[in-house]
C-alpha cells in the first residue's frame, strides 16, 4: 500500500506526533526534493494527508483507520486567517459559555475576508464575512492546547440576540440573558457598551427591553433608551412575528402577547 518512502514520512509524522504540518516543515524534516513533493501528493491521495489550505496540511495516522481521523477544529481558524481578522463566534460559542447544551456540527468564523462553507477533514466550518465595525469584544483563548480569537461572554450575547436561531429563537435568548444577569455571569456595564456600539437597532432595542425586565436601573440603559428614541416599530419576536400588540413607547418595540 505504501512505498518505502511514504512509510519513512508516515512514521516519522507519527513519533513526533503531528497534527498540521506545512511545506516549509516538510522541508525540514524530509529535505527540499521532488520526490517529497511527490510523496505528499500520495498521501493526500491517500487520505493520510488532508488539505486544510494551500501548503498546509492535517495528518491523519493510520490508526485512525480509513475514514481518517476528525480534526481538531480549533486548530483551523488561525491556519485560515493568520493576519488574526476573524473570531470564534456564534453557536460555537453559545456552547462554550454555557448558554446551551446542544452540540452544533457547524463551526462559525467570522472574519472581514470571506463567506463561504468549508468541510475539512469531516468538519463543517462556517465562514461568515462582517464589516470590521463588528470586530468587538474579541479575547485570546486556549482550547485543547490551540491559541485562537473568540468573542468574550458579552459578546458573544450581542450575537445571541441577532442570530438566535441555534438556541431555538429570540425567547429562549431572553431567558438566558435573564439567567446570566440573575447569576451575575454578565458584565452588565460592558454588555451595554457593546449593545451600544452594534449597528443593528433591533438587537439593541430587544437587549434594552430585556435588561429593564431584569431590574436593571434606567440609568444603566440611558444610552440604550436614547439610541431607541426616534426609531420606528419593530415587533419584539422578530420581522415573521404579528405586528399587532400593545406598544412600548421607551423602546419602540411591539409587544406581541400572544407569544408569552
Same mark, same amino acid.
Given at each position: 500500500?505504501?512505498?518505502?518512502?511514504?512509510?519513512?514520512?508516515?512514521?516519522?509524522?507519527?513519533?513526533?506526533?503531528?497534527?498540521?504540518?506545512?511545506?516549509?516543515?516538510?522541508?525540514?524534516?524530509?529535505?527540499?526534493?521532488?520526490?517529497?513533493?511527490?510523496?505528499?501528493?500520495?498521501?493526500?491521495?491517500?487520505?493520510?494527508?488532508?488539505?486544510?489550505?494551500?501548503?498546509?496540511?492535517?495528518?491523519?495516522?493510520?490508526?485512525?483507520?480509513?475514514?481518517?481521523?476528525?480534526?481538531?477544529?480549533?486548530?483551523?481558524?488561525?491556519?485560515?486567517?493568520?493576519?488574526?481578522?476573524? $473570531?470564534?463566534?456564534?453557536?460555537?460559542?453559545?456552547?462554550?459559555?454555557?448558554?446551551?447544551?446542544?452540540?452544533?456540527?457547524?463551526?462559525?468564523?467570522?472574519?472581514?475576508?470571506?463567506?463561504?462553507?468549508?468541510?475539512?477533514?469531516?468538519?463543517?466550518?462556517?465562514?461568515?464575512?462582517?464589516?470590521?465595525?463588528?470586530?468587538?469584544?474579541?479575547?485570546?483563548?486556549?482550547?485543547?492546547?490551540?491559541?485562537?480569537?473568540?468573542?468574550?461572554?458579552?459578546?458573544?450575547?450581542?450575537?445571541?440576540?441577532?442570530?438566535?436561531?441555534?438556541?431555538?429563537?429570540?425567547?429562549?435568548?431572553?431567558?438566558?440573558?435573564?439567567?446570566?444577569?440573575?447569576?451575575?455571569?454578565?458584565?452588565?456595564?460592558?454588555?451595554?457598551?457593546?449593545?451600544?456600539?452594534?449597528?443593528?437597532?433591533?438587537?439593541?432595542?430587544?437587549?434594552? $427591553?430585556?435588561?429593564?425586565?431584569?431590574?436593571?436601573?434606567?440609568?444603566?440603559?440611558?444610552?440604550?433608551?436614547?439610541?431607541?428614541?426616534?426609531?420606528?416599530?419593530?415587533?419584539?419576536?422578530?420581522?415573521?412575528?404579528?405586528?399587532?400588540?400593545?406598544?412600548?413607547?421607551?423602546?419602540?418595540?411591539?409587544?406581541?402577547?400572544?407569544?408569552?
Amino acid at each position: 500500500m505504501f512505498g518505502p518512502r511514504e512509510t519513512e514520512v508516515i512514521t516519522r509524522l507519527s513519533y513526533e506526533k503531528t497534527g498540521i504540518i506545512t511545506n516549509e516543515q516538510f522541508q525540514k524534516l524530509f529535505g527540499k526534493s521532488m520526490l517529497i513533493r511527490q510523496v505528499i501528493y500520495q498521501l493526500k491521495k491517500k487520505g493520510i494527508l488532508k488539505p486544510v489550505r494551500k501548503g498546509v496540511y492535517y495528518y491523519s495516522p493510520l490508526e485512525a483507520g480509513p475514514f481518517g481521523s476528525k480534526i481538531n477544529a480549533y486548530l483551523i481558524p488561525p491556519i485560515l486567517f493568520p493576519n488574526g481578522n476573524y $473570531y470564534v463566534g456564534y453557536s460555537t460559542m453559545y456552547n462554550f459559555y454555557g448558554f446551551t447544551d446542544q452540540i452544533f456540527q457547524t463551526f462559525y468564523i467570522l472574519n472581514t475576508a470571506s463567506q463561504k462553507t468549508r468541510v475539512i477533514c469531516g468538519s463543517q466550518f462556517k465562514l461568515i464575512k462582517i464589516p470590521a465595525s463588528r470586530m468587538f469584544g474579541l479575547e485570546k483563548v486556549k482550547v485543547h492546547g490551540s491559541e485562537m480569537i473568540v468573542s468574550d461572554r458579552e459578546r458573544t450575547l450581542i450575537d445571541l440576540f441577532y442570530f438566535p436561531d441555534p438556541v431555538g429563537g429570540l425567547k429562549p435568548v431572553f431567558e438566558i440573558l435573564k439567567s446570566e444577569v440573575r447569576e451575575q455571569k454578565v458584565d452588565v456595564r460592558k454588555f451595554v457598551k457593546y449593545a451600544l456600539g452594534f449597528p443593528s437597532i433591533s438587537t439593541r432595542k430587544r437587549i434594552g $427591553y430585556v435588561l429593564e425586565k431584569c431590574g436593571i436601573p434606567e440609568t444603566m440603559l440611558k444610552s440604550l433608551i436614547k439610541s431607541a428614541a426616534k426609531t420606528s416599530l419593530w415587533p419584539l419576536y422578530g420581522p415573521r412575528t404579528s405586528r399587532t400588540g400593545a406598544i412600548n413607547q421607551k423602546w419602540k418595540l411591539i409587544i406581541d402577547d400572544t407569544r408569552k
